[in-house]
């Protein structure tokens, strides 16, 4: 059974229209988080949740924000898509305990601007 | 976070082993070594992970090196299905968690 769940898979909105991606866990993870990953690039970090406390990363752009409303749940927000943000969304959860812990990817949702 | 060098490609036949290796020459003390890959169009799947001791599961092999400078993933019998990216990552300890992918390794195994 599906322990990340991304919905959906696939995701097509117009450029500049909001669009929200969400991620699910059945894990009962501390810690998620959203990369974005290009077309034959690395998966890149965007921010992670401990909890409920966020985390961004220096670099990602003031257009994504993130909600994390209970442990199992968490969303992505695209405020104004642009062509450059079509990409592979990855949601991945992980324990904070120690050092020796892995973490598991949802499926991806490939979003599509146009 | 300490960085990894890997090759960008690798080819290896079918029912042979691969050896994946990856350099992490800034290591510290306290950092895991994680192996995960990413089959086309997938998101990454966890192999293992090791601090300094060879580990071993069902799906691999990790042999670290005694510096800890390096090491190397081993499938033992490839197959068609292992081609996918492999990332070899180094992870920070204490309350940096963060799992950050480099470029990988694209493992293209052959009939």
């Known amino acids: 059974d599906a322990m990340v769940i991304q919905n959906p898979r696939y995701q097509v909105t117009q450029f500049g229209k909001p669009v929200t991606l969400s991620c699910s866990q059945t894990?009962?993870?501390?810690?998620m988080y959203w990369y974005q990953q290009k077309s034959s690039q690395a998966p890149k970090l965007l921010f992670h949740?401990?909890?409920?406390?966020?985390?961004n990363e220096a670099d990602t752009p003031d257009n994504f924000q993130s909600r994390r409303p209970n442990t199992s749940f968490c969303f992505l927000d695209i405020r104004s898509p642009g062509l450059g943000d079509a990409a592979m969304y990855l949601c991945?959860?992980?324990?904070?305990?120690?050092?020796?812990?892995?973490?598991?990817f949802g499926q991806g949702t490939r979003l599509t601007v146009v | 976070d300490a960085k990894t060098t890997q090759p960008p490609s690798m080819d290896c036949a079918e029912g042979r082993a691969a050896n994946l290796p990856c350099n992490h020459s800034?290591?510290?003390?306290?950092?895991?070594v994680y192996w995960y890959r990413q089959i086309h169009s997938q998101g990454p799947q966890y192999i293992i992970h090791?601090?300094?001791n060879n580990e071993t599961n069902e799906m691999a092999s990790l042999i670290i090196t005694e510096d800890r400078k390096s090491s190397t993933l081993i499938l033992p019998h490839a197959t068609l299905r292992d081609t996918a990216v492999y990332y070899c990552?180094?992870?920070?300890?204490?309350?940096?968690?963060?799992?950050?992918f480099g470029k990988g390794t694209l493992l293209t195994v052959n009939p």
């Open positions: 991945a959860t992980s324990r904070r305990q120690g050092f020796d812990t892995e973490a598991f």
């Open positions: 894990l009962n993870h501390n810690v």
């Open positions: 949740y401990y909890d409920k406390d966020f985390n």
């Open positions: 800034t290591i510290s003390g306290n950092e895991y």
């Open positions: 090791g601090l300094k």
């Open positions: 990552i180094v992870r920070a300890g204490g309350s940096n968690y963060k799992l950050t």
